[in-house]
Structures are given as C-alpha cells and as structure tokens.
C-alpha cells in the first residue's frame, strides 16, 4: 500500500473537488519562517497547518518538546481546515517529509485512511514550475468524525512496561534519530544523551531517495532487512507476508519518527505504533534508563 504520491500526481488532481492540501512548512530554528513563507507562495487551494500552534499541544513537564494534542484537539483542527472522512488529503513541506508525516500520522491515527504525503515537497513542486498561489482559500468548516486507532499510539508507561522485552525481540523498539544522537556522542537538542534501552537505530531520512521521494517497497525492505529478520522470527504467518510484530517507533520528539513509521507501513508491518513524546519525554522521568553506545 502507498501513503505517498509525486507531485506529478497531485498536479493531475489539483482541482478536483474532494482534494484538501495541507501546507506543513516548519522550520524548528525559526518557528514563524513555515506560515511567512506559506503566505509568499503555495500550492493553489492550500491550507497552512503550523508545527507548534496546531499540531502540538503546550509543552508541559512531561509529554516531549512537541506533545500530541488531544483527540479533541486534533479534531478541531481537521474540522477547521474543512476535512472530512470523504476527502482525499495531500499534506506538504519542506522538510524532507518530516512534518508532513506527522500530520499524515495523526489523520491516520483519527482513522482517515485516504490521507497521502506528497514527496519532495515545495520546492520541488515550485522548481517542476508547476502553479503556485498567493491567494489564501477560503476554507468551509467541516465535521471531521474521528475514528481512532488507539494501537497507533503508545505512552512512556507502554514503552517502560515493554523495555524488558526489547532485548527478547517481542516488541522492537526503534530510535529514528541521527546514529551520532543514538549514540549519545552529541545531543543538541534534549539535555540528556543516549537512547532508551533495546532500541536499534534506523535514521528517519535512509528511508528516502537522493530526490526526496520515498524509496520503494523492494528498497525498503533492503533498508530494513535486519528488522524484517526480527519480524519472520516472531510473526504467526510462516510465509512471512504479515508482519505483526509490534513496533514501536520514536525520535526526539515525535515528528521524524513518523517519515519510519510511513516506510514501515509501506513495507506491510501491520502492528506499529508511535512514542508519542519520544526521546524528550522519556529523558523527562528522573528514574528511565539511558543507554549510551549500541548496547
């Protein structure tokens, strides 16, 4: 199954009436550059969706530097940029995807199965010469009805329940961070280095092209030869074509986890789930272990 298609795709499609494009542009060193730059040019009929202000909840003590809004809350938003269950949904960035897949993420995560990432992002649509607007659409409320997928998503207490059992490989546990991050050779973000313990590392970016576009199903699951290995080893089907072994997928704070959980579904894991808070709401309880190094 694909959850991403090309620009060419989405050019074909642009106007037809049951499409909504979600513009996602973030910039994490400068916040307010993402809805600037939307404001300058975007894709025609676009509606801006900002990083901190509509898809993170406040920061708290706990929860991670981007904490998932609510169920409530992500329904207000969806509802607000005029999507319902009958849309197709095209979400866009500039950041290799990154922020586009949390929102592909968190529609999925509501149950909107017809919710697509377009690959390369702006600038590739913008160097294609395809059209671009400053016009900013005029967008009709809707009723998004929400139909959770609660196994999409688990706490910091799910994943300490599960930490003896990452060694044993019943629950595999993936760090999407950069290798040097993994390591804890640097953090320059989070105050605290290293991972959490029994996760193996997968950087969230070896799961594209050199273009940007997503690698396909064969070179996926090259990419992640090691991991499918642990999944034949614990998967119920002998053959090997339903990969069922929970995973569960984490960064520093639940955004480039999602560009790994993308490829992982594209691969056919059927049993994956997102850390919500990630990396940096792990480091916030005084008592969870850190691992530096591979072990």
Request: proline share 5%; glycine share 6%; with cysteine.
């Amino acid at each position: 199954m694909s959850f991403a298609v090309s620009i060419k795709w989405l050019l074909a499609r642009l106007y037809e009436p049951d499409i909504v494009i979600i513009d996602c542009r973030f910039w994490m060193n400068e916040p307010a550059l993402g809805h600037q730059k939307y404001t300058e040019s975007h894709l025609p009929r676009a509606v801006y969706l900002d990083l901190d202000k509509d898809l993170s909840a406040p920061i708290q003590a706990h929860g991670g530097r981007h904490p998932l809004p609510d169920v409530a809350s992500m329904v207000k938003t969806f509802s607000k940029a005029g999507i319902t269950q009958e849309h197709r949904v095209v979400i866009y960035d500039d950041q290799q995807g990154m922020v586009a897949a949390r929102v592909w993420w968190m529609l999925q995560y509501l149950g909107h199965e017809k919710t697509y990432l377009m690959e390369q992002g702006f600038t590739a649509w913008e160097q294609a010469k395809f059209p671009v607007s400053q016009d900013q659409p005029i967008v009709i409320p809707a009723s998004f009805e929400p139909k959770v997928n609660d196994e999409w998503l688990v706490s910091m207490n799910e994943v300490a329940d599960n930490n003896n059992t990452f060694s044993e490989q019943q629950v595999v546990l993936i760090d999407s961070r950069e290798n040097r991050r993994y390591l804890g050779l640097e953090e320059p973000i989070d105050s605290k280095a290293g991972h959490i313990p029994g996760a193996i590392n997968y950087f969230w970016k070896d799961v594209l092209q050199e273009d940007g576009s997503f690698k396909s199903k064969e070179e996926l699951q090259q990419h992640f030869a090691e991991l499918i290995e642990i999944v034949r080893a614990n998967s119920s089907d002998s053959n090997g074509d339903v990969y069922d072994t929970p995973i569960i997928v984490y960064c520093g704070s639940g955004v480039s986890a999602c560009p790994n959980i993308l490829a992982l579904k594209t691969v056919g894991f059927t049993n994956v789930k997102l850390y919500g808070g990630s990396w940096s709401d792990w480091i916030s309880y005084e008592g969870n272990e850190v691992v530096v190094g591979e072990k």
